[in-house]
């Protein structure tokens, strides 16, 4: 399994900024990078996957990007609803084990 | 509407055995690859296992791999984790989700069954 480090752990912003969070892996691999969002109580909901695909329904303001062992999920301009913890997922090449990040709090201020 | 939703969690001793359950509807098992991911209480997510949309190929993270067992009723369509030698450290919220593409992210996930392993 590939180790996964993401940062900031705790990220706090104003309305209307962007946020950025970052995923960083221990060894490079495949294209496959998810993201994915949970708010307290709920399932998580996936945002992004293969690196860049926004899921269905996903707002436009959230993006992401990067290849090898650097990864990025944006939220352009932030909404009050955007507070959640995010996490990073990776996928080996082969055999196909995942790994998720540690998560990223994202607080508004 | 695709929707999925996991039973069978509850109070567990320790060494004991669980045999959770994914009962899928608007979509076919036999379709799609199936995963099971779960969170300890204030924890981060953690990836138990995968099988194929086939049914052929099952793949189990490391921290359970021997203990867990991942399979599907697709008469039934329904997904089972079967996990055995229970611990403290397993208690938690036990999600099953749907692969939105072969070995890839999954954009379907159920509300969660909570496992507690205690005497």
């Known amino acids: 399994e590939i180790e996964l480090t993401q940062s900031p752990v705790t990220l706090s912003l104003s309305p209307g900024e962007r946020a950025t969070v970052s995923c960083r892996a221990r060894?490079?691999?495949?294209?496959?990078l998810a993201w994915y969002q949970q708010k307290p109580g709920q399932a998580p909901r996936l945002l992004i996957y293969d690196t860049y695909k926004r899921a269905t329904g996903v707002p436009a303001r959230f993006s992401g990007s990067g290849s090898a062992t650097e990864f990025t999920l944006t939220i352009s301009s932030l909404e009050p609803e955007d507070i959640a913890l995010y996490y990073c997922q990776h996928r080996n090449t082969w055999p196909p084990l995942y790994t998720f990040g540690q998560g990223t709090k994202l607080e508004i201020k | 509407q695709v929707q999925l939703v996991e039973s069978g969690g509850g109070v567990v001793q320790p060494g004991g055995a669980l045999r959770l359950s994914c009962e899928a509807s608007g979509f076919t098992l036999s379709n799609y690859g199936m995963h099971w991911v779960r969170q300890a209480p204030g924890k981060g997510l953690e990836w138990l296992g995968v099988i194929s949309y086939d049914g052929n190929n099952k793949y189990y993270g490391d921290s359970v791999k021997g203990r867990v067992t991942v399979s599907r009723d697709t008469a039934e369509n329904v997904l089972y984790l079967e996990m055995n030698s229970l611990r403290g450290d397993d208690t938690a919220v036990y999600y099953c989700?749907?692969?939105?593409?072969?070995?890839?992210?999954?954009?379907?996930w159920g509300q969660g069954t909570m496992v507690i392993v205690s005497s």
């Open positions: 989700a749907k692969e939105v593409d072969v070995y890839d992210a999954v954009d379907v």
């Open positions: 060894q490079s691999s495949s294209y496959f």
